[in-house]
């Protein structure tokens, strides 16, 4: 298997993150963050994510990938409103991600990816 060629990688978003989904799609959000799990682990550099919600769809290229062991951490690159326009503190956006079902195990358990779309 050539592994030169970009990979593509589904990345879904709730109705209640359509606000996220779109400022992505409009390029106001630039990082996107996931629970670094064996899913998304691997996306690196030049690979290709498909965003979805619904039935809307759009593809970004990633720019950077980079994985952070802890929220702390990943705010020692990036702040908060880069990761979601919604909160501002690191707090909020530790709060956000505990909303998730499981994220606050999986965070411990994978830590976090970050990437940057262009």
């Given amino acids: 298997m050539d592994d030169s060629k970009p990979k593509k990688y589904v990345l879904k978003f709730g109705a209640a993150n359509k606000d996220i989904f779109d400022a992505i799609k409009e390029g106001r959000k630039k990082i996107e963050t996931r629970a670094a799990t064996i ?26 990938a980079r994985i952070f062991k802890t929220v702390r951490a990943l705010l020692r690159n990036y702040k908060p409103r880069e990761i979601n326009p919604r909160v501002s503190t690191e707090a909020e956006l530790i709060d956000m991600y505990y909303s998730f079902l499981g994220y606050r195990e999986k965070i411990k358990k994978f830590g976090l990816i970050a990437l940057e779309l262009k």
């Fill in 39 to 64: 899913k998304f682990r691997n996306i690196k550099a030049g690979d290709i994510v498909i965003l979805l919600c619904g039935a809307q769809k759009f593809e970004k290229q990633v720019h950077s």
